[in-house]
């Protein structure tokens, strides 16, 4: 069974950094996209960026380029979203997700996880 | 970048009536090379994660209800319910994958009973 486990939530406050995970199971880490949405509170879904694990080829949104880091281990089959120094606007549900498509132009998302909720306080 | 538009914002439609939502994109995202549309959408629950509906803009996802139907092309796409269940009530998102990254996903559309 093909499994994408992030992890727990998180309370933060800002200014600190953090990092939060989503591990695979069931399929070959390395050789499919993984990306990471957000979604704010009542809001609706962003793109946020996706890397593609075998070679770590990774694309940002514009909007969330330096403001976040994605990463990928194809060692322990873990994507990982981090923040240097988290801002109260940070809060939101973060999910990763599997994309279809072929490694030089990923499609659309196929499979998620269930989200991590981070919370961060002014 | 992509701009995708959903309307209405949200829906009420009654058990068994059809649900129609709209996306229209910016630009198009229909491939001249291999005349597909790079368009997906997405169902949203309460508390739960998307759950991917329909790919290239009328493919149903294997498992999905055939209630459920994409159509479209180009800049203009309609997700259909063509008779509502209450397990249908979510949130949708259209979603285009046209463009190289990043994508982009419409506002979304509330539908309620």
């Known amino acids: 069974e093909v499994q994408l486990v992030q992890s727990g939530a998180e309370v933060k406050k800002a200014g600190e950094s953090l990092k939060i995970s989503c591990t695979i199971s069931?399929?070959?880490?390395?050789?499919?996209?993984i990306g990471w949405v957000r979604q704010m509170p009542g809001k609706g879904l962003d793109w946020m960026g996706i890397?593609?694990?075998?070679?770590?080829?990774?694309r940002y949104n514009p909007f969330f380029q330096g403001q976040v880091t994605i990463s990928a281990d194809i060692s322990v089959s873990t994507a990982y979203l981090q923040w240097s120094s988290l801002r109260a606007s940070d809060t939101a549900m973060y999910y990763c997700?599997?994309?279809?498509?072929?490694?030089?132009?990923?499609?659309?998302?196929?499979?998620w996880g269930r989200g991590t909720l981070v919370t961060v306080s002014s | 970048d992509i701009v995708m538009t959903q309307s209405p914002d949200s829906l009420a439609v009654s058990l068994g009536e059809r649900a129609t939502i709209s996306c229209k994109s910016s630009?198009?995202?229909?491939?001249?090379?291999?005349?597909?549309?790079?368009l997906a959408w997405y169902q949203q629950k309460p508390g739960q994660p998307p759950k991917l509906l329909i790919s290239?803009?009328?493919t149903r996802e294997s498992g999905v209800p055939d209630r459920f139907s994409g159509s479209g092309s180009g800049t203009d796409f309609t997700l259909t319910i063509s008779s509502l269940q209450a397990e249908d009530v979510a949130v949708y998102y259209c979603?285009?994958?046209?463009?190289?990254?990043?994508?982009?996903f419409g506002q979304g559309t509330k539908l309620e009973i």
């Open positions: 997700a599997r994309l279809v498509g072929p490694q030089q132009l990923p499609w659309y998302f196929d499979l």
């Open positions: 069931g399929y070959s880490f390395a050789n499919r996209w």
């Open positions: 890397i593609y694990p075998g070679n770590s080829d990774t």
């Open positions: 630009r198009t995202v229909l491939s001249s090379s291999n005349n597909k549309n790079y």
């Open positions: 290239w803009a009328s």
């Open positions: 979603h285009q994958y046209y463009s190289i990254p990043p994508h982009s």
